[in-house]
């Protein structure tokens, strides 16, 4: 799996860029405001299929999705431009995503369709000049040849594409009652004249395409695949994959809960083995001899190397299907169903490695998926947490606390009213450092580098106004130091009631 977004992170919330300070739930919370400002543009399936031997045939897929615009409320989104930007440098087709983009809705958009077409008080959303040119055009075409057509005439209404073609049947059946109308497909829908006893008898038949089940399974589109992929409960690999899960729970199942322990819940009990290629590939980078990687395409073209895979009898063979045969030929990164292929060879090869070294080299000769399981075990439902105060996000259990170099604290002498961006400004120049407050001159400084914490500590050594040291909990922290000075304060008062007392009895 693999997805492309309008945007990430919103830059216009304050205090909404991720930090190393960050706790799972405090990072969910940030990102859960970025998922219900952006949407998908484009979401990528590779289903891989093993055949005969250690084979696999993979078909990959890209969709172009669109909001359903069939309902009762209309669904913004914002735009990031850096991401536009982005996505266009890599070829985007954005005139397929806008026009042609497959429809979706959670369940909870879901119920207000179905409660509206009950009630005969659907609409469509958009009111774009258009939108209103293509149903005006459409009435204006039927209600001309109506007048003079015969009993059993039929019209041809083409060009209507996506909800077009829903719509402009359920305007003409409501305005007219001798009326019928067929889809046909390709973006045409037959206009026939009917008398109103036939009408009725085709409304109640099984022929009619304007029934509420068949209007919802349209308007729904993208969704019915979705609940699909949860009923068969296959593996799903995607790769740094919790924004895509935060938007699989968003736009298909539910919008997303305030609690973060709910959201893991939820995603378990939908996908109950993930398993995240990033995880994946920073323990083989640990275990193999495997160079450091930052991207997927790099994890890939690392991964494909003869000297670290030998294209020996053992090793998973990945073809891709004729029809998606493109991706053998050329690179296409960035588009998702290409990355949605790259996340499950990368799989296949790193569990191939890692099984492997766990057999000494004695793998044998067709290896079967189970065993690559079995060997990925401690990875599965470990998503990786990006710089965060966890390693990886467990979706069957407890996170684990990440192991980040000592924290530094810096006391600021002589120079007041410093803010937290200054701080970061000032270090920046020799490192990265996340930085909070602790107190009106202490700042906290949090890196991932162990040789940026040894730079800082050499080089602010005999700083005139910035003291910088190894931050202590029992030294440096407010609410320790709260603590001692309410434990002096009562201790003190005790000496004073024990001496006073005394004194009184002699």
């Known amino acids: 799996l693999d997805m492309e977004f309008t945007g990430l992170h919103s830059t216009s919330l304050q205090n909404n860029e991720p930090s190393l300070f960050d706790s799972p739930a405090e990072r969910y919370v940030k990102a859960r405001q970025g998922v219900q400002r952006f949407t998908l543009v484009q979401l990528g399936l590779a289903i891989f299929s093993k055949e005969n031997s250690n084979k696999y045939v993979v078909h990959s897929y890209n969709f172009f999705l669109f909001p359903s615009t069939l309902g009762v409320k209309d669904v913004e989104f914002t735009l990031s431009a850096s991401s536009i930007q982005f996505l266009s440098h890599y070829g985007f087709d954005y005139n397929k995503f806008l026009k042609d983009g497959i429809p ?82 390709d973006k045409k829908v037959m206009v026939k004249k009917v008398n109103p006893e036939h009408r009725q008898l085709l409304e109640n038949s099984s022929y009619d395409h304007c029934k509420e089940e068949l209007i919802l399974l349209s308007a729904r589109g993208f969704t019915n695949l979705f609940e699909i992929l949860v009923k068969v409960k296959k593996p799903l690999v995607g790769h740094n994959m919790l924004m895509d899960l935060m938007h699989l729970h968003d736009k298909f199942y539910r919008p997303l809960p305030e609690s973060y322990e709910e959201f893991k819940r939820n995603i378990h009990n939908l996908f109950p083995v993930i398993i995240d290629t990033k995880t994946v590939t920073k323990s083989v980078q640990k275990k193999c001899l495997f160079p450091r990687v930052s991207s997927l395409v790099e994890a890939y073209a690392v991964l494909c190397s003869s000297n670290l895979n030998p294209k020996g009898p053992p090793c998973p063979v990945i073809a891709l299907a004729s029809g998606c045969s493109r991706y053998a030929e ?25 099984l492997c070294r766990s057999t000494d080299g004695a793998v044998e000769a067709e290896p079967s998926f189970s065993q690559y399981l079995t060997v990925l075990a401690e990875h599965v439902n470990k998503v990786n947490f990006i710089r965060g105060g966890v390693s990886s996000i467990n979706f069957s259990g407890e996170d684990s606390p990440c192991r980040h170099p000592p924290a530094l604290v810096v006391h600021v002498r002589g120079w007041p009213g410093l803010t937290e961006e200054q701080i970061y400004q000032e270090f920046k120049a020799h490192c990265r450092f996340d930085v909070r407050r602790l107190s009106k001159n202490q700042f906290i400084l949090l890196s991932n580098k162990y040789k940026h914490v040894r730079h800082v500590l050499r080089d602010y050594r005999h700083h005139p106004h910035l003291q910088v040291s190894v931050y202590r909990h029992w030294r440096h922290s407010p609410s320790v130091n709260c603590l001692l000075q309410i434990s002096g304060i009562v201790a003190l008062w005790s000496l004073l009631a024990f001496v006073l007392g005394g004194a009184r009895s002699c």
């Open 104 to 185: 979706y809705m959670n369940e909870v958009q879901e119920k207000f369709l179905r409660q509206h077409l009950l009630a005969g008080t659907w609409k469509v959303c958009s009111t774009s000049n258009a939108d209103r040119d293509v149903m005006k055009k459409a009435i204006d075409e039927v209600t001309t040849w109506i007048a003079a057509a015969k009993e059993g005439d039929t019209l041809i209404l083409q060009d209507l594409s996506g909800y077009h073609m829903i719509d402009v049947q359920l305007v003409l059946r409501q305005a007219l009652e001798n009326v019928w109308t067929e889809p046909l497909g």
């Open 330 to 354: 050329k690179k296409f990164p960035h588009e998702a169903g290409y990355d949605a292929f790259l996340c499950g060879s990368v799989l296949l090869m790193s569990a191939h490695l890692l």
